[in-house]
């Protein structure tokens, strides 16, 4: 029986997925959607542990993708957006939507994205 | 050019840096197998040239993007107090840069100061002095930010930890890529953006104090009209 914790990445820079996918491939049982729309329908089937949202995305942009997540699917689950919209107010809007972090992108390297994330969520699990 | 094309071009250029900003920490970490460490010495050159890369778009991208706010939005004044205005700017940056939780900020000074600014320039200007100063600065070196109000100017001051510029060099500093003025770790554009913003604060002055044994202190100061 498969016990890692869930992961699935919604981001449809395939190349970046492809660097996510081997930075957390050991710690975690992965999944990925390349489009906000795809990303709805696998959370809602696989129901993650972790969620990385991107934001600017075909289909149903991350913003879009997280409140029906928190409406409809997984109120708890972890989600963690990694963006290049940098602006505060980008950062904001998706904060206030429920995420537990907002990452800009290119600033963050994925290796960094894996520790933020395995810190976050052994907090989130602890309280 | 428009600026929503210019912006969308940036993005683009932008987003595979991240994916080979991603594949080089991996090649350093011997993801793909052991490499000698030869290679290893050629990943790190090209870690810090994309890191770079990606710091200058984000600087080009942020001052298009002030330079294309409306005229009344950068005039627009209200009443800041700079403890409270410096302490939310140093946390906001925290999430915005990894080299942000690598080093440590102190924040002291006078905590009553008020002065009535445009607040989105102001914002602009110490946002890009606390990012060049964390970038040109050692993982786990401290910052030290300064807020004092002296005669009718309140100034802040951010020191930061890198090695001192000659004097000789400081007036280089302000100019977009100069060679002169080139410290390891900057994109070359943080300091210029400020200059620029700081046109938008009515009698604001920018500048570098030269006098420190070690570290750099640049400052802006603004008349104070509590």
Redesign the interface.
């Known amino acids: 029986m498969n016990t890692l914790t869930k992961l699935l990445i919604v981001e449809d820079d395939r190349e970046l997925v492809e660097v996510y996918r081997k930075v957390f491939q050991n710690d975690y049982d992965i999944y990925v959607s390349y489009d906000g729309e795809e990303g709805l329908i696998k959370a809602a089937n696989v129901l993650p542990n972790i969620i990385i949202l991107d934001i600017d995305m075909p289909k149903l942009n991350g913003f879009e993708v997280l409140k029906a997540i928190r409406a409809n699917i997984d109120p708890d689950a972890l989600v963690v957006i990694v963006s290049n919209l940098g602006e505060e107010e980008n950062i904001k809007k998706g904060m206030k939507l429920g995420a537990d972090d907002y990452l800009v992108k290119a600033n963050y390297d994925p290796i960094g994205v894996f520790k933020r994330i395995k810190q976050i969520y052994s907090g989130k699990k602890s309280s | 050019m428009d600026p929503k094309i210019l912006s969308k071009i940036m993005?683009e250029i932008?987003?595979?840096?991240?994916?080979i900003?991603?594949?080089i920490?991996?090649l350093s970490?011997g993801?793909f197998g052991k490499i000698p460490e030869e290679s290893k010495e050629v990943l790190e050159k090209l870690h810090v040239d994309v890191i770079k890369t990606?710091y200058r778009?984000?600087d080009f991208s942020a001052l298009l993007?002030c330079e294309n706010e409306h005229e009344e939005e950068l005039q627009k004044n209200e009443s800041v107090n700079l403890m409270q205005f410096m302490n939310l700017i140093v946390d906001?940056y925290k999430?915005?840069?990894?080299?942000a939780v690598e080093v440590e900020y102190e924040i002291s000074g006078d905590e009553s100061i008020q002065v009535k600014v445009p607040v989105l320039p102001l914002k602009f200007v110490l946002s890009f002095l606390l990012k060049h100063a964390t970038r040109v600065s050692k993982k786990g070196s401290r910052i030290n930010i300064q807020i004092l109000k002296k005669d009718n100017l309140c100034q802040i001051l951010i020191k930061d930890a890198a090695p001192k510029i000659g004097n000789e060099n400081i007036k280089f500093l302000f100019e977009p890529f100069s060679e002169k003025g080139d410290v390891e770790g900057s994109s070359g554009l943080e300091l210029f953006n400020c200059q620029k913003a700081t046109n938008y604060l009515p009698d604001a002055k920018i500048g570098v104090l030269p006098d420190y044994d070690h570290g750099n202190t640049y400052y802006i100061s603004l008349p104070f009209n509590n």
């Open positions: 993005h932008r987003a595979p840096l991240t994916a900003r991603g594949y920490s991996l970490e993801s990606i778009i984000n993007k906001s999430t915005e840069e990894e080299k």
